[in-house]
């Protein structure tokens, strides 16, 4: 909105607003509304959740230190996602596709996380949504994603080819045209393609979900992972950067810049109030549309193989739990970690809650270092 009054109606006229068509300059401003909308709305998000009475229910077979957190407000992700809309709405592009696609894709998953939380809420428990109907809801939400992608390809402004990282002649196409050459089943050709991003999508969001547990602990990790996206963004869409680190330029995921710089500041504001110990907690519909938003955007920019490293913790968080419930159905009842997700288990082996916090932050600063530096080892 403001790009498009600032820049395309009033710079005819004031040529000092040519400041205003550069993606990092409006980055910046981006972040720094966002932080702001945070810091200033927080208090206010804060006490109605209160005055509502939206308080967080803590699992009974959690650790014994968190019964006291009973009681926090939580849905604080409704401030996360305004902190991250209005901020893109006022400094993107709107006429770019890219920009509409990820907003949509972080509102929906919002919606599902917000559903979710609204049933707790209600009945008073800790389960909302059942995982089934979750699942449902993620895997419909990615598969619009998916299917707008193929859209945007046959405009030639996307590429359904991965790009693999240490590998820069190999970019296999996940649209297999051989399929298409089945008698009345040309659909069938992108199948590939949709079935790989619902996955992506909907694990990167569950992954969120999952290490949503602790004070601070995942607005930290995703701060980092939306850094390591807002530097991704910003070369995928360089002309100069691009061709010099072998990167498939995109000139219009350029915009998600402004994207990724809105998320950073929005969850640097959210962290004032929810680190340890917490104000507030983010909840599903924090969770969800965070998880949603930074897959979203690295399937968009063709970073999906760099999703490991980008969000680690992340990872490694949501592979705890899979391994757990796997050795725990297959092994009779035994257990690889003390409690599954995995920042349970070193909280029950003596860490305490900052500590884990803290360390947790490192490993996944570590993480995205990694992935910055594969952009040259290709």
Not at 10 to 27: D, E, H, K, N, Q
Not at 74 to 81: D, P, R
Request: with cysteine.
């Amino acid at each position: 909105m403001l790009f498009w009054l600032l820049y395309q109606k009033l710079f005819p006229y004031f040529p000092l607003f040519r400041i205003f068509r550069y993606v990092t300059f409006r980055c910046v401003f981006a972040s720094m509304t966002a932080l702001l909308i945070g810091l200033l709305v927080g208090p206010f998000v804060i006490d109605r959740l209160r005055q509502f009475q939206i308080g967080q229910y803590i699992r009974e077979e959690g650790p014994k230190s968190h019964q006291k957190k009973g009681g926090t407000p939580t849905m604080g992700g409704v401030l996360i996602c305004l902190s991250i809309i209005v901020p893109t709405l006022l400094w993107s592009n709107l006429a770019n596709p890219f920009v509409w696609l990820v907003m949509f894709s972080t509102i929906a998953f919002a919606a599902i996380g917000f559903a979710d939380d609204y049933i707790k809420v209600v009945h008073k428990r800790n389960l909302g949504l059942t995982s089934r109907q979750k699942l449902f809801f993620q895997f419909l939400v990615s598969g619009v994603v998916a299917v707008v992608l193929l859209v945007l390809q046959s405009q030639r402004v996307y590429s359904t080819r991965l790009m693999v990282p240490f590998a820069k002649r190999f970019r296999p196409d996940l649209v297999w045209e051989w399929m298409g050459h089945i008698p009345h089943m040309h659909w069938l050709a992108f199948l590939p393609f949709i079935g790989f991003v619902m996955l992506v999508i909907t694990f990167s969001s569950n992954a969120v979900n999952l290490t949503d547990g602790l004070d601070g602990l995942a607005i930290g990790c995703t701060i980092i992972a939306a850094g390591a996206l807002t530097v991704l963004t910003y070369v995928s869409g360089h002309a100069v950067f691009s061709d010099y680190l072998e990167l498939q330029r995109m000139p219009e995921v350029s915009e998600l810049t402004i994207f990724c710089g809105a998320m950073v500041g929005a969850s640097i504001g959210f962290l004032w109030y929810n680190a340890h110990p917490a104000e507030i907690f983010m909840g599903d519909v924090g969770s969800l549309a965070l998880g949603g938003a930074i897959a979203t955007v690295a399937v968009v920019i063709k970073q999906e193989l760099l999703l490991p490293f980008i969000g680690g913790v992340f990872i490694l968080e949501a592979v705890s739990v899979i391994l757990q419930v796997g050795s725990y159905k297959l092994r009779g009842g035994k257990r690889i970690f003390r409690m599954a997700p995995l920042h349970h288990h070193f909280e029950l082996g003596g860490w305490s809650e900052s500590k884990v916090i803290t360390r947790f932050w490192i490993m996944a600063l570590v993480f995205a270092l990694c992935a910055l530096t594969t952009l040259k080892l290709r």
